[in-house]
């Protein structure tokens, strides 16, 4: 079935520094979303990314999407400590028999030290 | 407040007791779904339900149960069949479109289970 990799599992910075988490697709997908998980919480929506080899920028963050629609990649600039979290890519299937299928990658842990 | 209330926050449970844990959305979305969270394996898929009265497995049904009796509500239950129960439970809905899910997920607050 599908799989969704995503790497590095924890990222520990310096405020300031830059993040990148990256998201491979065992399959071609669809599109692809992006969620933040804040210490406790629960995922919440940041993007979704429908085009091959889009690009989208929300402040500092800035999301990919590869060309063969099958990775992804969220880069922070300049990380600030309210930036802790984890992050998690979900790719919805293109086809196949996981079509129409949301899969979660295993996340990102990054922390921040001010 | 519109958003999705999941309960209870935390409970304990005995090993060979049933839970039910509750979910209700008022965005009236039609589809909701049950993940489960464990550390470093990020999202597995329990349950989703399209539309009312209609429900599937996601990859890992076994040991739960759903029902879909109304829009806004999505109850699991974690059977004494869970083998392994203990993990953080959140449930989600989204607006469908074209694909049975093309929208963003909207997650609720989680429910924390412990098996004793």
């Known amino acids: 079935g599908q799989q969704v990799m995503q790497i590095p599992q924890y990222q520990h910075v310096q405020e300031g520094e830059d993040f990148t988490t990256y998201c491979n697709s065992s399959?071609?997908?669809?599109?692809i979303q992006w969620y933040k998980q804040r210490p406790g919480g629960h995922p919440v929506f940041l993007i979704q990314?429908?085009?091959?080899?889009e690009v989208k920028k929300q402040k500092r963050l800035t999301f990919q999407f590869g060309e063969a629609k099958k990775n992804s990649s969220l880069h922070i600039t300049a990380t600030q400590t309210t930036d802790v979290g984890t992050y998690f890519c979900?790719?919805?299937?293109?086809?196949?028999?996981?079509?129409?299928?949301?899969?979660f990658g295993q996340g990102t842990i990054l922390t921040v030290h001010p | 407040d519109g958003g999705i209330t999941q309960s209870p926050k935390y409970l304990f449970r005995k090993e060979g007791q049933n839970v039910t844990l509750s979910c209700e959305q008022n965005?009236?979305?039609?589809?909701m779904y049950w993940y489960r969270q464990d550390p470093g394996q990020g999202l597995r898929l329990i349950y989703y339900?399209?539309?009312?009265?209609?429900?599937q497995k996601g990859d890992i049904a076994e040991g739960y149960s759903v029902s879909r009796e109304k829009k806004e509500s999505f109850p699991l239950t974690v059977t004494s069949a869970q083998k392994n129960p203990t993990a953080f439970y959140l449930c989600?809905?989204?607006?469908?479109?074209?694909?049975?899910?093309?929208?963003?997920?909207?997650f609720g607050e989680g429910s924390r289970l412990t098996v004793l």
């Open positions: 989600a809905s989204s607006e469908t479109g074209a694909g049975w899910n093309t929208g963003e997920l909207f």
């Open positions: 399959t071609t997908l669809s599109n």
């Open positions: 990314l429908v085009k091959s080899g």
């Open positions: 979900a790719g919805l299937n293109a086809g196949g028999t996981s079509y129409g299928k949301l899969t």
């Open positions: 965005l009236n979305h039609d589809a």
């Open positions: 339900s399209q539309i009312v009265n209609d429900f």
